[in-house]
């Protein structure tokens, strides 16, 4: 069974520090892994899907970062924004499911 | 392009009442999902239809959910009786094919109907 874990929990960083956000997974028998954005009272967003033969996968100042072998799975935020703030999810395949993580909650403070 | 449209968007109710969520796709939209995401964790699939046929049930509790997908557009879930751990938020997404189950395309989800059950 895939277990997704993401920590912190939650992260505070000031306007234009860049966000780095961990998500860590069992089953590295994974084809890709997806990152997600759920803003309050709404509901989630998809930012990024990474292949399993790619390592990383880039769409304006976000770039996320693939290592199966470790299970391991990487989001960059370059010069954080407060419109950043946000709860970030990661997923991973599970037995045709896909297996969330709790997320990592960020505000960013201008 | 509309979005995934969910009705109510909020609800409370007593322990052992019953109640009903609409979901209505993205137009064209092949497969929908219901997730069940309780304060402070992720999204937990409760079931996947491909049209209007179920994929995956494994994780919907049978005993008091339900839910069916109307000649493959619109879906509604259904809880009777309510308890106590039911309160969540009750996302539903779409997307256009998954008939890989949709890991490898991308989910489109509405803003969620909260549920207190008290």
Same mark, same amino acid.
């Given at each position: 069974?895939?277990?997704?874990?993401?920590?912190?929990?939650?992260?505070?960083?000031?306007?234009?520090?860049?966000?780095?956000?961990?998500?860590?997974?069992?089953?590295?028998?994974?084809?890709?892994?997806?990152?997600?954005?759920? &803003?309050?009272?709404?509901?989630?967003?998809?930012?990024?899907?990474?292949?399993?033969?790619?390592?990383?996968?880039?769409?304006?100042?976000?770039?996320? @970062?693939?290592?199966? @072998?470790?299970?391991?799975?990487?989001?960059?935020?370059?010069?954080?924004?407060?419109? &950043?703030?946000?709860?970030?999810?990661?997923?991973?395949?599970? &037995?045709?499911?896909?297996?969330?993580?709790?997320?990592?909650?960020?505000?960013?403070?201008? | 392009? +509309?979005?995934? +449209?969910?009705?109510?968007?909020? !609800?409370?109710?007593? !322990?052992?009442?019953?109640?009903? %969520?609409? /979901?209505?796709?993205?137009?064209?939209? +092949?497969? #929908? *999902?219901? *997730?069940?995401?309780?304060?402070?964790?992720?999204?937990?699939?409760?079931?996947?239809?491909?049209?209007?046929?179920?994929?995956?049930?494994?994780?919907?509790?049978?005993?008091? %959910?339900?839910?069916?997908?109307?000649?493959?557009?619109?879906?509604?879930? !259904?809880?009777?009786?309510?308890?106590?751990?039911?309160?969540?938020? *009750?996302? /539903? +997404?779409?997307?256009?094919?998954?008939?890989?189950?949709? %890991?490898?395309?991308?989910?489109?989800?509405?803003?969620?109907?909260? #549920?207190?059950?008290?």
């Amino acid at each position: 069974k895939q277990e997704v874990t993401q920590i912190p929990a939650a992260l505070s960083v000031p306007e234009g520090e860049n966000l780095v956000l961990n998500c860590s997974f069992t089953d590295s028998a994974i084809y890709n892994l997806q990152w997600f954005r759920q &803003d309050p009272g709404k509901g989630l967003t998809s930012l990024l899907l990474i292949q399993s033969s790619q390592r990383e996968q880039t769409s304006g100042r976000l770039n996320a @970062s693939l290592d199966k @072998s470790s299970g391991r799975s990487t989001l960059y935020i370059a010069a954080s924004q407060p419109g &950043d703030s946000a709860t970030y999810l990661c997923a991973a395949p599970n &037995d045709y499911k896909l297996s969330f993580g709790a997320g990592t909650t960020v505000t960013v403070r201008a | 392009e +509309a979005g995934v +449209a969910q009705s109510p968007r909020y !609800k409370i109710i007593e !322990k052992r009442q019953s109640v009903a %969520f609409w /979901c209505n796709p993205i137009s064209g939209h +092949a497969t #929908l *999902y219901w *997730y069940q995401q309780i304060l402070g964790q992720g999204p937990k699939l409760l079931i996947q239809f491909q049209n209007n046929g179920v994929v995956d049930d494994s994780q919907l509790p049978k005993d008091r %959910f339900s839910a069916e997908r109307l000649k493959g557009v619109d879906s509604t879930l !259904k809880i009777q009786p309510a308890k106590l751990e039911d309160s969540a938020v *009750y996302l /539903c +997404a779409s997307s256009l094919d998954g008939s890989t189950s949709g %890991f490898t395309d991308t989910q489109y989800f509405g803003p969620g109907t909260r #549920l207190t059950v008290l």
